[in-house]
């Protein structure tokens, strides 16, 4: 029977090189005080500009805004090892991640100054794998529709080349702020 040393083992470390990452972020709550009197489509534009914070889930996993229109948004990421899963390929959950963002950001890009959205459903299809070092992918978000109690939207994630790595489609709640 094998078993595995917890990872805070110091044989463990020194055999794999343990690497280390340092996250900042912004406190959220101060940045969605900031963008309660804009249009989703003005807070968003003010967020990729660097006007006001990003998402502290964006800092996270290394995903930025990189474009916002009305009904669209594209995130671009530059996947390093730090989001691989234990078999060698970057991890769903990034890919759900960014899809997800991509997808509300766009409901969001619709929405009056005073309203929000949350997610409430998504389904993502995974289509190929990724790997960490290969250059920026892209989520790219669009409504196919917009309502006054959710919106609907689907994304896709794709590499350098354009190849689609992941879809998505999402439902979102809208909130009153």
């Known amino acids: 029977m094998t078993t595995f040393p917890h990872t805070n083992d110091p044989d463990l470390s020194a055999a794999h090189g343990v690497r280390t990452r340092t996250v900042r972020w912004h406190d959220p709550l101060a940045?969605?005080?900031?963008?309660?009197?804009l249009s989703g489509r003005d807070f968003l534009t003010k967020w990729m500009r660097g006007d006001i914070p990003g998402a502290p889930m964006g800092e996270?996993?290394?995903?930025?805004?990189?474009?916002?229109?009305?009904?669209?948004?594209?995130?671009?990421?530059?996947?390093?090892?730090?989001?691989y899963n234990p078999i060698g390929m970057v991890h769903g959950g990034l890919a759900?991640?960014?899809?997800?963002?991509?997808?509300?950001?766009?409901v969001h890009s619709t929405l009056p100054a005073g309203f929000g959205y949350?997610?409430?459903?998504?389904?993502?299809?995974f289509l190929r794998p990724i790997?960490?070092?290969?250059?920026?992918?892209?989520?790219?978000?669009?409504?196919?529709?917009?309502?006054k109690r959710a919106g609907f939207a689907e994304a896709d994630l794709r590499d350098g080349h354009g190849t689609v790595l992941a879809t998505a489609s999402s439902t979102c709640l809208i909130v009153a702020r």
Do not use: H, N
């Open 31 to 37: 940045t969605a005080e900031l963008g309660r009197g």
């Open 118 to 125: 949350s997610s409430i459903e998504i389904k993502v299809s």
């Open 60 to 83: 996270l996993m290394g995903f930025r805004l990189v474009d916002v229109a009305e009904g669209e948004v594209s995130f671009a990421c530059a996947p390093d090892e730090s989001v």
């Open 131 to 147: 790997q960490a070092y290969k250059g920026d992918i892209v989520a790219r978000g669009w409504v196919t529709k917009a309502g």
């Open 96 to 106: 759900c991640t960014v899809l997800d963002s991509a997808a509300g950001c766009a």
